[in-house]
């Protein structure tokens, strides 16, 4: 879900052409929790091999990410790590979330409302470990490298940007500003040309709003992150004024005689003190051809043809011999 700026920060409007030879950090969960929901039968039944196991995010895996290189971008993935016992409460009711739509959806197909019953099957998907580690696999035999974090997978993806090892982070959350990206591009990965790329520049947002990032978290916890549940009654506006009215969160909360479930010093610290890895390293490397069509045509029943038109086109991009180059001498 991720922090609730819509209404306070303003994106601006970029083209695929405005990335082309840049790397891009792509917030796994949330790339791949995208997929799930969308890519989807008419009623919101997602695609399945023999087994019933959930193929849809191996399409877009596979054919999205294609897609981004042919735009010429440098796609890279970061997962999640252990998460903060702190999120605990938000996994609890996002389970319970997907389970009630789980429920309403199976109620709206026996009735035949194949519109609402696509609505609730979008709000029923779920990243389970499985899900996680199958798409590991696919990256490795695409030979697209990815990142295991310590902790939030946003976390680690605003580290390389602010290092400078990727340009930007893909993600559709506002998190990534509080984790200190300095660049976050939202909508990369949806298909079928209606992707209105956006982008949301840190330093732009803390001059517009006229504060610093240590209030822009402060704000944040106002308003309520995946870590904790804000004040009742106070949006990003309201927020924003209180913040830049008394200075910090400390004051804010004196102001308002409250307090908070949990130490704010604590969620701060998991805004401006993440834990990430430093010691990684960023490797593109050519397909595995046979190893990619026998792990989704032979195991997951995918179309053949389809899925050899998307891994040949990788080699051509970059116009490298498949049996001699690497494709990291394209990047």
Excluded at 9 to 38: M, R, W
Aim: charged share 30%.
């Amino acid at each position: 879900m991720g922090v609730k700026f819509k209404d306070i920060v303003t994106p601006e409007s970029i083209k695929f052409e405005d990335l082309k030879g840049k790397i891009v950090a792509l917030d796994a969960a949330n790339v791949i929790y995208q997929f799930l929901s969308s890519i989807r039968q008419a009623d919101g039944t997602p695609l399945m091999d023999h087994n019933g196991k959930v193929t849809s995010h191996f399409s877009g895996i596979l054919y999205r990410t294609t897609s981004l290189i042919e735009k010429g971008i440098k796609p890279l993935y970061v997962f999640d790590g252990k998460s903060s016992i702190l999120k605990k409460g938000t996994q609890i009711k996002r389970s319970e979330f997907r389970k009630e739509s789980h429920e309403k959806w199976k109620i709206a197909l026996d009735e035949g409302r194949i519109e609402d019953a696509r609505k609730y099957a979008v709000r029923s998907s779920r990243m389970s470990a499985e899900v996680v580690e199958g798409s590991k696999i696919l990256l490795d035999l695409m030979g697209i490298p990815y990142i295991q974090s310590k902790g939030e997978g946003e976390a680690q993806a605003s580290y390389m940007v602010e290092k400078g090892d990727a340009w930007c982070v893909g993600s559709q959350d506002y998190d990534c500003i509080l984790f200190g990206a300095t660049r976050t591009v939202k909508n990369l990965t949806i298909t079928g040309g209606r992707a209105n790329l956006e982008l949301i520049l840190l330093k732009k947002v803390l001059k517009d709003l006229n504060i610093n990032r240590e209030q822009l978290v402060d704000l944040a916890i106002l308003v309520g992150t995946d870590f904790n549940d804000g004040i009742k009654g106070i949006g990003a506006k309201k927020g924003l004024n209180l913040i830049k009215k008394y200075g910090d969160l400390f004051k804010v909360l004196d102001h308002l005689n409250v307090e908070l479930e949990v130490d704010p010093q604590r969620l701060r610290d998991i805004f401006l003190k993440h834990e990430f890895i430093s010691d990684y390293e960023l490797k593109w490397g050519n397909p595995d051809r046979s190893g990619v069509i026998e792990f989704l045509v032979g195991e997951h029943d995918f179309s053949e043809d389809r899925v050899v038109t998307a891994i040949d086109k990788l080699y051509k991009l970059k116009k490298i011999d498949n049996s001699q180059s690497s494709l990291e001498k394209w990047f």
